[in-house]
T-cell receptor, first 113, second 113 residues
């Protein structure tokens, strides 16, 4: 029962271009969404989040878009840099169990020169 | 000055053994977590403690027992290890039991032979 899905296991983007990572969820109780970034042999690190009362949140080169009707969110990275190469995890939580994050399986982003 | 640290980083052991993984955070956070990332890369929460009290206990075999001697430490003890326990175990912490950012440790790679 995978409630958070990242259907693209990998993505390759040229440096300077836009990276778009997608995430879909099935649980309509989710109201808070996060993106984490993970380098090999390290733990995930928080990148950006969005509450369901918003449809967009921006932090520097990173923007997260939320489409509640489609139960879809996306992370845009522009411009992409080689240091962005990592695995990106989408996560979600609901108000009732706020500290419990449900993660997707991740998308490996490769930014090429 | 590591925020969330785990020991050991690697653990190779035989089936049937008992082992412990230690986690410490120096962020002054109230809530700590254990996650398991299996071979399919699913990152799933196992336990969560807030101020030394268990608040999340997912469907985890009772061979897994978390112990929190103080709010800076959350250790994971595993009895009678099985092949299926092979995974990467991540410890995490957050300021409070809520929508606060979770900070992850580097992970402990457990291999059961």
């Amino acid at each position: 029962d995978q409630q958070v899905k990242q259907n693209s296991p990998s993505l390759s983007v040229q440096e300077g271009r836009i990276s778009i990572l997608n995430c879909d969820y099935t649980n309509s109780m989710f109201d808070y969404f996060l993106w984490y970034k993970k380098y090999p042999a390290e733990g995930p690190t928080f990148l950006i989040s969005i509450s369901s009362i918003k449809d967009k949140n921006e932090d520097g080169r990173f923007t997260v878009f939320l489409n509640k009707s489609a139960k879809h969110l996306s992370l845009h990275i522009v411009p992409s840099q080689p240091g962005d190469s990592a695995v990106y995890f989408c996560a979600a939580s609901s108000a009732g169990t706020a500290s419990k994050l449900t993660f997707g399986t991740g998308t490996r982003l490769q930014v090429t020169l | 000055d590591t925020a969330v640290s785990q020991t050991p980083k690697y653990l190779v052991t035989q089936m049937g053994n008992d082992k412990s993984i230690k986690c410490e955070q120096n962020l002054g956070h109230d809530t700590m977590y254990w996650y398991k990332q299996d071979s399919k890369k699913f990152l799933k929460i196992m336990f969560s403690y807030n101020n030394k009290e268990l608040i999340i206990n997912e469907t985890v075999p009772n061979r897994f027992s978390p112990k929190s001697p103080d709010k800076a430490h959350l250790n994971l003890h595993i009895n009678s290890l099985e092949l299926g326990d092979s995974a990467v175990y991540f410890c995490a912490s957050s300021q409070a039991d809520g929508r606060e950012t979770q900070y992850f440790g580097p992970g402990t790679r457990l291999l059961v032979l």
